[in-house]
Antibody, heavy 117, light 108 residues
Framework: QVQLVESGGGVVQPGRSLTLSCAAS????????MHWVRQAPGKGPEWVAA????????YYADSVQGRFTVSRDNSKNTLSVQMISLRAEDTAVYYC??????????WGQGTMVTVSS | EIVLTQSPGTLSLSPGERASLSCRAS???????LAWYQQKPGQAPRLLIY???SRATGVPDRFSGSGSGTDFTLTINRLEPEDFAVYYC?????????FGPGTKVDIK
């Protein structure tokens, strides 16, 4: 079935780095734009980053621009985000999500990132 | 940057009642790019409505979306026990995706 599975979350100190991954299955991964969306505890979702179906274009929210780098490997059906200079305000559940048009139709179960000393 | 405002913050209703949730944009937006999601505790958001009024695959027909310009509405007819959740609207304005703060529908 169509599935997205995130991994790589954990507890990290402020200023350190972390890389999250998302494994896709059950659909033609290389045909879809893919995104990272995060949700801080008790808050609404916040779009973080996007990469177009072929990796040619990447976009970021202002809050992570210059610190997060999104990438994809269509040969391995994987999406990644490298996060550097992490801050307490980056603490959230991070979801990978597939977009169809302008909406997110498939979401992973999420992986928790906690930035704390 | 477009800001989405949702009201009310919390809606307390009984099963069987109708819920009407509002999403207002800070400026006129294209209906094509307006979506609604449902989120239950511990779960990822689930797409309900896209293009302001089109139901996503598998979404019951008691859910409907409407609106244009700056004002959009998600209506849930005859609330079922599984409908008590938080609902978010979302808009796309290239290349940015924006979510509203959410409306919680809880049991009265």
């Amino acid at each position: 079935q169509v599935q997205l599975v995130e991994s790589g979350g954990g507890v990290v100190q402020p200023g350190r780095s972390l890389t999250l991954s998302c494994a896709a299955s059950g659909f033609a991964f290389s045909s879809y734009g893919m995104h990272w969306v995060r949700q801080a505890p008790g808050k609404g979702p916040e779009w973080v980053a996007a990469v177009w179906y072929d990796g040619s274009d990447k976009y970021y929210a202002d809050s992570v621009q210059g610190r997060f780098t999104v990438s994809r490997d269509n040969s391995k059906n994987t999406l990644s985000v490298q996060m550097i200079s992490l801050r307490a305000e980056d603490t959230a559940v991070y979801y990978c999500a597939r977009s169809v048009g302008s909406a997110f139709d498939i979401w992973g179960q999420g992986t928790m990132v906690t930035v704390s000393s | 940057e477009i800001v989405l405002t949702q009201s009310p913050g919390t809606l307390s209703l009984s099963p069987g009642e109708r819920a009407s949730l509002s999403c207002r944009a800070s400026q006129s937006v294209t209906s094509t790019y307006l979506a609604w999601y449902q989120q239950k505790p511990g779960q990822a958001p689930r797409l309900l409505i896209y293009g302001a009024s089109s139901r996503a695959t598998g979404v019951p027909d008691r859910f409907s979306g409407s609106g244009s310009g700056t004002d959009f509405t998600l209506t849930i007819n005859r609330l079922e026990p599984e409908d008590f959740a938080v609902y978010y609207c979302q808009h796309y304005s290239s290349p940015i995706f924006t979510f509203g703060p959410g409306t919680k529908v809880d049991i009265k």
